[in-house]
């Protein structure tokens, strides 16, 4: 099995979008270089491509069927017709369009190859779901654990501090600041919620490399006391446990990265999901909603 691409084998009933046979429709407002995420259904594959019956990704394109070219084709042995895939897409804004379009980062999200089994099984977090009391080492040098939070809202997310891909940890932490700085003008709903970022980077992401790395998202840098939002990782042994719960995957990439998904949880007061964001598309205005519905 290649560890170039990462596969998430999830039980998830899949609507199937509506498709056209039309061009791609470029976004006036994007800059060169452009990112975007793309998920789909794949149609066959042949050396260098693969063709995808995608869903619509805005800003880029309408849902259609096309061919794209792989990023790294060593991986096309593992895409079979029928598997739903997401996926990044890498672009370059040209004077008439996108140009240079390629897939990386992809993620097999349900096997269409029934005789495939995943050496890993990975739970899919469902709303009414109970949160293990899993064991973190903070910022601070601390063992927290989820239980202790019970009684308090809780958005969680995943990071790892060296992450250098804009559209995934960075951003996350960016939304987690801006949800933390709406949530502090909100006395009262800050003292019932709490917010966590997990690295799944234990060896790396020590506590005081979260505690600078937290502080600079805070905005507050050596002064952040962390009484609202921690930055914690698990341990060696119990970050698999972690991982595969929350339906996150990680793989070694080069240069000391890692390829992995995403994935953010909102939990109940009662230590249950309310909500899972997979992708980073949510919007902190969004998830603000359902904290403050929770809550109530």
């Not at 050496?119 to 899993?134: I, N, S």
Request: net charge negative.
């Amino acid at each position: 099995m290649s560890r170039k691409l990462l596969f998430l084998f999830v039980c998830l009933t899949l609507l199937a979008g509506c498709h056209q046979n039309t061009q791609p429709v470029a976004s006036q407002q994007a800059a060169p270089g452009a990112t975007f995420t793309l998920r789909g259904r794949v149609v066959s594959t042949d050396a260098t491509h693969v063709t995808l019956d995608g869903e619509e990704v805005p800003g880029f394109m309408e849902a259609m069927t096309m061919d794209y070219k792989l990023a790294d084709p060593s991986v096309v042995s593992e895409l079979h017709p029928g598997d739903r895939i997401t996926a990044k897409v890498l672009a370059k804004k040209g004077s008439e369009g996108y140009e240079d379009v390629r897939l990386t980062d992809i993620v097999v999200i349900a096997q269409a190859r029934p005789d495939y089994m995943p050496p890993v099984a990975y739970h899919v977090p469902t709303a009414g779901d109970v949160v293990p009391d899993f064991k973190l080492l903070n910022q601070s040098g601390r063992t927290i654990h989820l239980e202790q939070f019970r009684g308090k809202v809780v958005l969680m997310t995943f990071i790892y501090t060296r992450c250098q891909l804009a559209d995934f940890c960075p951003r996350m932490s960016h939304n987690f600041a801006e949800i933390d700085r709406a949530l502090a003008a909100d006395p009262a709903l800050y003292k019932q919620t709490h917010l966590i970022s997990v690295s799944f980077d234990p060896a790396y992401d020590t506590p005081k490399v979260l505690r600078s790395y937290g502080g600079a998202y805070t905005g507050n840098y050596t002064n952040e006391r962390f009484q609202h939002w921690d930055f914690a990782a698990p341990t060696e042994k119990e970050l698999p446990a972690m991982t595969q719960f929350f339906n996150v995957g990680v793989t070694p990439g080069d240069s000391k990265s890692l390829t992995h998904s995403l994935s953010t949880i909102l939990i109940g007061k009662d230590g249950k999901i309310v909500d899972w964001y997979p992708t980073n598309e949510w919007k902190p205005e969004d998830v603000l909603a359902a904290i403050r519905k929770s809550a109530a």
